[in-house]
Structures are given as structure tokens and as C-alpha cells.
């Protein structure tokens, strides 16, 4: 342990003498460099996590405005939906694969349908951007849009849309069955 010591120690000497050897003009360039390559470091390890980030927040509300009205159908972020499931006593949520086919069908959907005024439920979206596979597993997914239906976090309802004539023509129906369903339990 000693030796170590020891051997620290004139190491730091050597470098501390090498630093008082040299004129104060090539210290001030020596350090001046040092603080160069130390910022260039810095900068070059920061901004491409800002640019990645801030990537991903424009293709986030790019496609949360396509897909969302904030008043029928809300946006559910990444982090949140398994938080929604277990928060809301009942919570329908409409997961979308922003690669499927029925892209344009939802986005008319929400936009551009006059049945959505009639909605007596809220419908939570959420656009499956991050952890695919993830998400598609733990669901249980296949391929395009799913609506489910939580009653007190358990699944209780599924629809799985395999056109996009079938979202433009039943989606309001199987709210409704949703809807109905869940009238016949209370009684």
C-alpha cells in the first residue's frame, strides 16, 4: 500500500514539475486546448440527444393531431398508457399501429365523422411509435388497430379492425356495444 502511495506520489511530482518547467505562454495554450477538447467533448455527447429528442416530439404531435380531437379522442403518451388502464375505473383505448392501412380511416374518424358528437365515452389513443414489439406482446396484438375496453384494469372488451371500412362503419357500434354491455352488469 505504501509502494502505491509512494508511487502516486511521484507521479503527481513529475507532472506538477513538468507544469512548472513550462512558460506561463505554453501552460496558458496547453490549458486553453484542454478546455477546447473537453467543451467539443461535452457538446458532441449533448446534441445529439437534443436533436433525437426533439425529432421525436415533432413526429409525436404530427401524428397526435392526425389521430386525436382532445375532446372524444385523446392522446395517451408513451409512459401513461399502462397508467390510464389502472387509474380509470372503466377506459377505452384505441391502440394504433401508425403503419397500418387504417391510418387514413381513424384519421377521418376523428376529424370528420358527425357521429362522434353522440359519444358517451372517452377514447384514449395511443399510437404504438415506441416499443412495438413490447406493446404488441404484452397485448397480445396482430397486425393494425385495436379498441379495448378496461373495466377496473382487466380487458373486458376487444375489437380488432382488420379494414378500414370496418372502423368507418362499426367503430360507433362497438362503442355503443361497449356501452350496453357494461348497462347490463349494473342491472
Known amino acids: 500500500m505504501d509502494k502505491v502511495?509512494?508511487?502516486?506520489?511521484?507521479?503527481?511530482t513529475k507532472v506538477l514539475s513538468f507544469f512548472d518547467n513550462l512558460e506561463d505562454k505554453y501552460k496558458k495554450i496547453l490549458v486553453s486546448i484542454l478546455s477546447v477538447c473537453?467543451?467539443?467533448?461535452?457538446?458532441?455527447?449533448?446534441?445529439?440527444?437534443?436533436?433525437?429528442?426533439?425529432?421525436?416530439k415533432q413526429v409525436d404531435n404530427f401524428l397526435t393531431d392526425k389521430?386525436?380531437?382532445?375532446?372524444?379522442?385523446?392522446?395517451?403518451?408513451?409512459?401513461?398508457?399502462?397508467?390510464?388502464?389502472?387509474?380509470?375505473?372503466?377506459?377505452?383505448?384505441?391502440?394504433?399501429?401508425?403503419?397500418?392501412?387504417?391510418m387514413e380511416a381513424i384519421t377521418n374518424l376523428v376529424h370528420h365523422n358527425n357521429d362522434k358528437e353522440s359519444m358517451k365515452q372517452t377514447v384514449y389513443v395511443y399510437p404504438m411509435i415506441y416499443?412495438?414489439?413490447?406493446?404488441?406482446?404484452?397485448?397480445n396484438l396482430s397486425k393494425g388497430t385495436t379498441l379495448f375496453h378496461f373495466k377496473n384494469a382487466v380487458e373486458s372488451y376487444r375489437v380488432n379492425f382488420k379494414s378500414s371500412e370496418e372502423i368507418e362503419f362499426h367503430f360507433f357500434d362497438y362503442l355503443?356495444?361497449?356501452?350496453?354491455?357494461?348497462?347490463?352488469?349494473?342491472?
Do not use: C, G, M, Y
Open 38 to 56: 473537453a467543451l467539443l467533448l461535452l457538446f458532441l455527447s449533448i446534441v445529439p440527444t437534443f436533436q433525437a429528442s426533439i425529432r421525436q
Open 67 to 102: 389521430i386525436t380531437d382532445d375532446k372524444h379522442f385523446i392522446a395517451v403518451a408513451p409512459d401513461e398508457l399502462i397508467k390510464v388502464i389502472k387509474e380509470n375505473k372503466q377506459v377505452n383505448v384505441l391502440l394504433i399501429d401508425p403503419t397500418a392501412p387504417q
Open 176 to 187: 355503443e356495444d361497449i356501452s350496453n354491455h357494461n348497462k347490463k352488469k349494473k342491472r
Open 131 to 139: 416499443n412495438v414489439k413490447e406493446t404488441k406482446k404484452f397485448f
Open 5 to 12: 502511495k509512494d508511487e502516486l506520489k511521484a507521479q503527481l
